[in-house]
């Protein structure tokens, strides 16, 4: 059984950067592989553009349908384990109902947004172009809803960790890269029915743009090291004489930035 309370914190980002790397390394492997082909155009394609889910649907779609599987997973049990991790005192926990309820809304997001991800992949744009459109629809929103939780969650946590940066840091970093890419969403919507081409560079910078989101939770993961070295410091106060010495250094809270 995995004790989140003894476990290292390089063992919590793995999984975001995990995520983040198979997605990037399938996106990219995608569109070289459109651009070395000689820019062909797929039978789903309309534009001289093509999507993500055109070459998704092509001998790539098994490609294509473990990165989606993959991230969207990803994207899922980061909040999850950020949420344990907040339950078991190893990042800032919540003090108020109201943090708890963000954090909950947040994991909910990103369950929609897996499913979307996973189901859009499926139902690939060649043979289901509706399906796909909606599963794409519900994506972007389980994303969008999912960032401004916890972007309003880590603001509303900032005020009872006031002299934590590091929170500060990680909800702006959020709000910024979940914002642009609500918008770029929007300017995609419009993008699909009346420039095709532009919509097709605009879901590509979507898509990567994806892969720094999912990192964010690299950083967030990380705050887990303070209480590791907390806790290793109460550790070593059970050794006679070492007492003074420690508790002098923890003067200033568990949680606040050196």
């Not at 399938?26 to 039978?43: D, E, M």
């Not at 309820?101 to 994991?107: C, Q």
Request: with cysteine; net charge positive; glycine share 10%.
């Amino acid at each position: 059984m995995l004790h989140l309370g003894e476990q290292s914190h390089r063992l919590f980002i793995a999984l975001p950067i995990f995520a983040a790397f198979i997605w990037f390394a399938s996106l990219l492997a995608l569109l070289l592989t459109w651009l070395i082909s000689g820019r062909p155009k797929y039978v789903s394609q309309e534009g001289s553009i093509a999507y993500i889910s055109d070459v998704g649907a092509s001998f790539l779609k098994p490609l294509f349908v473990i990165a989606c599987c993959i991230a969207g997973v990803g994207l899922f049990l980061s909040l999850v384990l950020e949420r344990l991790l907040r339950h078991r005192g190893r990042l800032p926990p919540d003090m108020r109902r109201r943090e708890r309820v963000l954090g909950t809304l947040a994991i909910v997001g990103a369950f929609i947004a897996m499913w979307g991800l996973i189901l859009l992949s499926g139902f690939d744009t060649g043979r289901y172009p509706t399906l796909h459109r909606i599963f794409l629809l519900v994506f972007m929103l389980g994303v969008a809803l999912s960032a401004l939780f916890t972007v309003l969650e880590f603001k509303w946590l900032t005020h009872d960790y006031a002299d934590m940066q590091k929170l500060r840091r990680a909800y702006i970093a959020k709000a910024v890269i979940g914002g642009t890419l609500v918008l770029l969403a929007i300017v995609f919507g419009v993008a699909l029915f009346y420039a095709p081409d532009a919509g097709g560079v605009i879901e590509w910078v979507i898509a990567f743009g994806f892969t720094f989101y999912l990192l964010t939770f690299c950083y967030d993961l990380r705050m887990a090291k303070e209480t590791q070295v907390r806790e290793g410091r109460e550790s070593m106060a059970e050794i006679p004489g070492t007492q003074g010495t420690l508790g002098r250094a923890e003067e200033g809270g568990d949680y606040m930035d050196s």
